[in-house]
């Protein structure tokens, strides 16, 4: 799939860096050392957002006669940084052209959203949303420790969850959430599909390729 991303306005110079969805701090700081020293004061800045923390789902159905390797749901949608990206002149020369990327379900945890059950119902609400599947908060496992994806960007920090589905062929329809997810498509491959799709660059997405592994180690234990 080719879509073409057009910037119809951009409006950088005129809107203030705190005045959308994304925040610029921009900031001047000074490190305090633990043998006394202090540090010069160097700029510094810092991507910030209302909502610090995200889930990301990894949903796994069970194949016959491949017990160690489930379906695994992965969904495509449109990016618009990877558009923006293609018209820099990069460093190392980028053939990709698609504005898709092959990622797991996720999604930001509200502020209501407190403690582990909130990660939890946060798994079940962005699944209903993403994918269509509606599974209840407690059929959400947590895949090992959250971990930052730009710490020196954002600090940003993902949870990622596992859950079975029984069957992953149900006709179900995503509700999605705007422009950008109008046009998702849901797919479910092979777990070593996945992990090969990874290997060859077809998934690009860090945190995803991070839970195939997780899922992978969780299956080889006996998880």
């Not at 502020?111 to 599947?133: M, N, Q, Y």
């Amino acid at each position: 799939m080719s879509t073409r991303i057009e910037i119809v306005d951009d409006r950088s110079s005129s809107v203030p860096s705190d005045g959308g969805f994304i925040q610029v701090r921009r900031l001047r700081l000074r490190s305090h050392y633990d043998d006394g020293a202090v540090s010069e004061v160097y700029p510094y800045d810092v991507v910030d957002r209302r909502a610090l923390d995200a889930v990301v789902i990894v949903l796994f159905a069970a194949r016959d006669g491949a017990p160690d390797d489930p379906l695994v749901c992965v969904r495509a949608a449109l990016r618009p940084p990877l558009a923006l990206r293609q018209q820099r002149e990069l460093v190392v020369p980028d053939a990709r052209v698609d504005v898709e990327l092959w990622e797991m379900p996720a999604g930001l945890i509200e502020a209501h959203e407190k403690g582990p059950e909130g990660v939890r119902a946060c798994a079940a609400r962005e699944t209903l949303e993403e994918t269509g599947f509606d599974l209840p908060a407690g059929a959400f496992e947590a895949l090992g420790v959250p971990v930052f994806l730009s710490p020196g960007l954002c600090a940003e920090k993902i949870h990622l969850l596992c859950a079975r589905v029984a069957d992953p062929h149900a006709e179900v329809r995503a509700e999605g959430d705007g422009v950008l997810e109008a046009r998702a498509r849901v797919a479910w491959w092979p777990l070593s599909q996945c992990l090969a799709r990874a290997a060859e660059g077809v998934i690009e997405d860090a945190k995803t390729e991070l839970a195939l592994h997780r899922l992978k180690g969780r299956i080889a234990r006996g998880g």
